[in-house]
DNA sequence: CTGAAAGCGCTAACAG
DNA sequence: CTGTTAGCGCTTTCAG
């Protein structure tokens, strides 16, 4: 492994025959105020592209206290959704010349404190959280050394920029699908009540059940955390208590509806009568005996809008909206 | 936004009354060798923790003409296995006090190139990728200047250091399984054989096909590439070539695998006989009415191993052995 | 229009 | 045992 030590400013100076400046501010795109002549700017240009010269980032960084570096923290680079949303900003930063630094918490406090310090101590220029965590206290703090801003998980009910998913709105009208051939059953599978989708998603629940004109029962309502056994304990109980499975189910999560699908199937009700619905679209839904009506984030426009927003926040630029709730798209399978 | 301008060495020196020198040392750990006052060293460190002063990355790097970071490129993070590996290496990274940058290249050369570039501008201290090339010409020429590793993927028959899975050796035992009920028709749908991970696959099937005595029909093969409606498509032309589902079938990704699904979904042929075994392992195949036999990559230890060379290498260790193929872990539901 | 020079914060010789 | 000093490669005044 040859050391072949970069070229660097300097060394393209003396090779055109000009100081190290002039090379600068041609290629930080200053030759108009600066009004250097177009020849100098060209022959400049042709050093640079013969020895194919590419500045130091660190030592850009290290003159301009920027690293040109954008932290994203998320639960879980495996969860469909966010590896969408890190996949589609990682395009955007790094067509703006930012490097995006991508980090789990894996749904741990304590964790995500430390990647998050981890990534400050990177300098980062700006941090874009899916937190875990109950109390917004640790980045408001933060706020006073970089933009903080919040993705698909609000913080309690952290004033700091937010951008995530209408899951309220689109539960309702998945659930008042879900009972429009009088039914007059719903059951609710979540997660932990904390995490701010949760609640957006039960309060939708709660919303749809009230525009189909049906009275919650309490013993509907059941959550432990996202994880496939708890949809499985979940069902097991709801069999216990009803004798049958429920005529229909919105489960707040796909991973949740994994352990319902599994637990159908394990005791031979994949072809029972049940309306199911479920947050999160995966292709798979389209390939199983059950039709189940699902809710698609869209990671697209969540990338789109946090990045926009980050790059307002790094031009110092006066934020006006900074929540935004963005709709989520329905995918139709019972009708 | 208040720019709170970090405390820098040479101010935690004055505080303490030593020269910076003195502080770097103690803080790199070289206390020992340069045998430094135990008072003097405890109190650098009280200061340090004080005014909680954390050395710039920047200025280390420009100095050391290391980055303290390894690119990782992938062709998609949305993709689970190589999310996973994202993941875990990420992990190991960090605690070790590097940053690992993520980069997808969606399968295109071009793109690969482009981020790759992107991220020999960021000086990446060395480079992991899954590449979608056919010559490794280009990472050849990148070794002069940094180590470069071949994660899941081979290029041609480059003799880069390179991790894997056995692919072939695990299909060919799911295989000859397959056809163990005295089955005497398997297909197999793949993608793109240019990628070393289809020809593994391939060539485990035609391993498993000749374990269990069973000539291979040339219309048996079937690849397009890794995308569902491919799947689809193969197995629409299947069931036009035989007049019904083939009774034994195995697909090379998963991806794939929906494909199949939704089109047996779709012609209400999801109970129909027909034994199906796939790569990849996703927890819904423990949901679906068909019993699918799968393959595992062994994400984890791929993650570890590719990690451990990467470090070797960077500590400049002489690498005897470059070239891992890791057992696949086979899931049996079909027996 | 262009060049000289002063740092950015840190490391590592080299002197004491 | 500790301090001085000269850079790392680039940006950016401030003088020509």
Redesign the pocket.
């Known amino acids: 492994m040859k050391e072949k ?9 003396k090779k055109a ?9 041609i ?2 795109g ?2 108009e105020s ?8 060209k022959r400049v240009l042709e050093v640079v592209e013969e020895y194919n ?4 980032i ?3 960084s ?4 920027r690293s040109y570096t954008v932290g994203l923290v998320i639960p879980d680079l495996t969860n469909f959704g966010f590896a969408s949303i890190a996949k589609e900003l990682e395009k955007h930063c790094r067509e703006d010349g930012l490097q995006l630094l991508i980090a789990c918490s894996e749904d741990s406090q304590a964790l995500e404190k430390k990647v998050v310090e981890h990534l400050v101590e990177r300098q980062v220029d700006a941090l874009i959280v899916g937190s875990a965590m109950i109390d917004d206290q640790f980045y408001v703090k933060l706020t006073h050394q970089l933009p903080v801003i919040q993705l698909d998980r609000q913080i309690g009910n952290s004033i700091l920029p937010l951008v995530c998913t209408d899951a309220c709105n689109a539960t309702a009208k998945v659930v008042s699908q879900l009972l429009s051939s009088d039914n007059q059953e719903c059951y609710f599978f979540g997660g932990q009540l904390e995490l701010s989708p949760s609640k957006q998603r039960l309060k939708g629940y709660k919303l749809g059940l009230q525009q189909a004109n049906l009275v919650l029962k309490p013993n509907w309502i059941k959550h432990a955390d996202y994880q496939s056994h708890s949809g499985y304990k979940m069902m097991a109980e709801c069999m216990k208590e009803l004798g049958r499975p429920p005529s229909c189910l919105f489960t707040a999560s796909y991973i949740l509806l994994e352990g319902v699908l599994r637990y159908l199937r394990d005791h031979q009700l994949l072809n029972c009568d049940i309306r199911i619905a479920t947050f999160d679209d995966y292709h798979i839904l389209d390939c199983l005996p059950i039709e189940i009506d699902s809710i698609a984030q869209d990671c697209t426009s969540l990338a789109q809008t946090v990045y926009i927003l980050v790059k307002n926040m790094l031009n110092g630029e006066e934020i006006s909206k900074t929540q935004y709730i963005l709709p989520a798209k329905i995918c139709w399978r019972s009708r």
């Not at 025959?17 to 501010?25: C, E, P």
């Not at 290290?62 to 206290?65: G, R, W």
């Open positions: 030590k970069r070229i660097t400013l300097a060394e393209i100076a025959g000009v100081s190290k400046s002039t090379v600068s501010f290629l930080n200053k030759s600066l009004r250097i002549s177009e020849t100098t700017r010269y590419r500045p130091s660190h030592a850009r290290l003159q301009s206290k």
